[in-house]
């Protein structure tokens, strides 16, 4: 628990660095304005709004941030001018947007804490004034110029951006979290680097339109991807009316067993990350994840004397506790649209030995799915306290983990899962601050 002290003293901490950030963008917006001129006004409107625009529609994803095309018009705008016109487009964008957000409505600049606003103009500012400077530099260095675009310019562009950018949100997470800035560092690069390529190759389409017709030729692919963004939009939501409906039902079942609040979700997010790191498809993913946040819908059958029992479990106690797999199952089994995670909702406490329950089947016959939720879920009851017994440390609990390989757990994804559980155990924390800014 932080006392009065930590917070102060963290709190110093955030409002420094946000300081120290907006003064240096001051401070090169100064060169900026001393060096440079805005050649192209027209340019310099069109893709401001537009970027607002595009900000103010941005998807937000969970656990990733958001989904904008945002970025791929001001690096358009770096191919197509220079860092002071990019500064002030990516300044104003974020200045003027006004996304949605789930429980706050409409969020813009008159009801944004000040300090939010500071640190997200100042770290835009930097980032993209940088990041035009290198393109600039490069492209006067290396006469590869191809009509408007100098390919080595524009990777070392994105490269430069994407260090810059993570390196700042990776400052602010550190210092909210109290982890280690490396390792934010590096799970925010490497989650980002995919999706700033491509959203970079859409500037580079972006730059060729209005380099070719104009501001007509922009609007011409602008307007198309805000339809895709409405498409994409709907399905989100689909799949989010699905996960919210799953989520009333893990509220049920967590007012039968208070001890284990918050544990449907937190095994949802750890199943979710394994089956990344094996590979898994996206429906696949999405199956495991539905799953697990019912896994122990059958505990609403169990009596909650038994649930809450402090103390050690009788054996014919320990034998309904046992039950659940199985009502779960039943439950499950009358509802046609989760019927496909009946088989994974009974067999979650199998085990590859054989020795589980309730039908004692090994390795050969129990999914890949199954084995991912067995992993998950008694990874989060390792890490969180119990009426019974305190919490087990982070390397304690995947050292457990290492230790039943083969006997509890399938030893073909237990070196992956506890590469995944490392980077989710964190990242579960690092939500504790999800929307700060």
Known sequence: MINNKQKKENNIKLYTYIIFLALTAIKLMHYLFNNYTISDYVLLIVFSILTAIAETFLILLPKVGGVSVSFALTFSAILLTNPLTVSIISAIGMILRCPYVDGKGRVHILNTP??????????????????????EAIDKSFNLILIFFNPVAATA?????????????????????????????????????????????LGIVLAFAYYSYGSGG??????????????????????????ETLNVLVRAIEASDPYTSGHSMRVSAYAEAIARQVGLPQSKIDLIKSAALL????????????????????????????????????????????????????????????????????????????????????????????PYRSALSLESALQEIKNN?????????????????????????????????
């Open 218 to 243: 922009l609007l011409l692919f602008f307007i198309p991807l805000l339809l895709a963004r409405y498409t994409f939009k709907l399905y989100l939501d689909m799949r989010k009316n699905y996960f």
């Open 114 to 135: 000040i300090y939010k606003t500071i640190f997200n103009v100042s770290q835009y500012i930097i980032s993209f004034g940088v990041a035009g400077f290198v393109y």
């Open 295 to 386: 896994h122990d819908i059958g505990k609403i059958g169990i009596d909650k004397n038994i649930l809450n029992k402090k103390g050690e479990l009788r054996r014919e106690e320990f034998e309904k506790i046992k039950s659940h797999p199985e009502i779960g199952a039943t439950i499950i089994a009358d509802l046609s649209y989760l019927s496909n995670i009946t088989d994974i909702i009974r067999h979650h406490h199998e085990r590859n030995d054989g020795k589980g329950y309730p039908d004692g089947l090994c390795h050969s016959n129990i999914s890949l799915e199954t084995s991912i939720l067995t992993i998950a879920d008694s990874f989060d009851a390792m890490t969180t306290d119990r």
């Open 157 to 201: 562009t994105l490269v430069v951006y994407i260090l810059l950018n993570t390196f700042f949100m990776s400052m602010l997470m550190s210092i909210l979290l109290k982890e280690k800035l490396v390792y934010i560092w590096k799970t925010n690069f490497f989650s980002l680097l995919v999706n700033v390529i491509l959203v970079g190759l």
């Open 405 to 437: 390989e083969g006997t509890q757990f399938n030893p073909d994804i237990v070196d992956d899962a506890i590469i995944a559980l490392k980077k989710a155990f964190f990242k579960i924390a690092e939500e504790k601050v999800e929307h700060v800014f």
